[in-house]
Every structure is written in C-alpha cells, then in structure tokens.
C-alpha cells in the first residue's frame, strides 16, 4: 500500500490567481496521476505525471492551465492557473504500484471566488 | 470509448441490510475493476481489486464479482451498518497504463 500525503486540503482563492497542490507518496513510484472531481461529479483524468518526462495530458487538459512537474520518484505538484469559479473541485493525486491497486490523497478542496 | 456507469445513483436501506451495487462498462476489454469509497468531501480509499482474470474479491462484508463478457461488476456489501453510508465508485482500468475511468458512482446511506 502507499499513503499519499496531499497540501492543501483545502483553500479559497481569487479568481486570476494561481494555486499549487503538492503530492508527496511515501514510497517510490513510477507513475502518479492528477484527477479532477467537480462538485456532484465523479472523478476524470486531467494528467499523468512520469519522473524525468514531460506529463501527459488527457483531452480537455492543456499544460499552460495545468502545470505538473515531477522532480523525484516521490514527489510530484499540480498548479492550476489563472483560477476561475469554473475551476473549484476536489483535485486529487493517484499512484499504482506494480499495476495493482491505486491509492488516492485525501484531496485537496478549492473554492475560487 | 470506455463508458462506465453505476446503478443506481442513489440508496437508502435500514441497518442490517444486504445490499448490491451495481457497475456497467462498454468495453470488456479491460486491465482491471476497483470499487472505492468516497466520503463527503474526502479522498478515496479502496476497497477491492479484481484483475481481469478474476472472477471475484472478497473482503469482510464486502464482495466484488467481475463478468467481463457482460461488462458488469457487483459490489455485495453484507449486514449493512450505519458506518456503510459513503459514495461508492467503481473504476475501470483500461490497459496497463495506470489510468482509471470512474464511474458517477452509488450514495449509499444507511439508517439505524
């Protein structure tokens, strides 16, 4: 198993600003995963984060909105940029080990006024 | 396309209860199944794993059954608590990629 240590666990931030989440795991792993949960919604992919490589992102997710970088085999960020009240949700990382189970952080809650 | 959804969206059953939740995908040609769940405002904790070649998982009072020619997972929650009520999502890994395609999952509340 793994556990997944996300910050912040919540934050209200202005609209046009900036805000990074970090995703810290407590064991080395290959891959690490962003996803989005929008209020009443259920969770979609926004990237996947590989150490040494660039993230890939899924359609609808474009780099410039969401940066991710990947500096270690534990580590990885999430920013989302230029908020708008478009973008509160539930934003949570991801890891899988040796293609078994994935294991989720306890998320972090933004709200854009 | 993978599609998956779960039926139904909503549930409510007094305490001590059996009860199944059920998932559907469009394609069969899966990597693996998870069920997780989600409390209110919270991250997602697994329950079960079931890998393509499986047929079912068991776990406590928790059982998860795979048919992927029918594209369809059961989640069995047995003798149903109080401490049961939470969202329910069913995931499916589509290839050995690590992604996961979620359903809009099951909200289960169970009365006392």
């Known amino acids: 198993s793994a556990v997944i240590s996300q910050k912040p666990s919540r934050d209200i931030c202005q609209r046009g600003t900036s805000l990074t989440i970090q995703c810290q795991v407590d064991?080395?792993?290959?891959?690490m995963f962003w996803y989005r949960q929008q209020p009443g919604q259920s969770l979609t992919l926004i990237a996947t984060?590989?150490?040494?490589?660039?993230?890939?992102?899924e359609s609808g997710f474009v780099i410039d909105k969401f940066p991710i970088s990947r500096p270690n085999l534990t580590f990885s960020t999430l920013t989302v940029s230029n908020m708008s009240p478009e973008d509160s949700s539930i934003y949570l990382c991801?890891?899988?080990?040796?293609?078994?189970?994935?294991?989720f952080g306890q998320g972090t809650r933004l709200t854009v006024v | 396309k993978q599609e998956v959804t779960q039926i139904p969206a909503a549930l409510s059953v007094p305490e001590g209860e059996n009860l199944v939740l059920n998932c559907s995908f469009t394609?069969?040609?899966?990597?693996?199944l998870q069920w997780f769940r989600q409390d209110p405002g919270k991250g997602l904790t697994s329950l079960l794993l079931?890998?393509?070649?499986?047929r079912e998982q068991t776990s406590g009072r928790l059982n998860a059954s795979l048919d992927k020619s029918s594209g369809r997972s059961t989640l069995y929650i047995a003798a149903s608590q109080p401490g049961d009520s939470a969202t329910y999502l069913c995931?499916?890994?589509?290839?050995?990629?690590?992604?996961?395609?979620f359903g809009q999952g099951t909200t289960l509340q169970v009365k006392p």
């Open positions: 991801s890891v899988e080990f040796m293609n078994t189970e994935a294991f």
């Open positions: 064991s080395q792993v290959t891959m």
């Open positions: 984060a590989n150490q040494g490589s660039e993230a890939t992102y």
């Open positions: 394609d069969s040609a899966i990597y693996n």
């Open positions: 079931i890998q393509s070649s499986q």
């Open positions: 995931a499916v890994g589509s290839g050995n990629t690590g992604k996961l395609i």
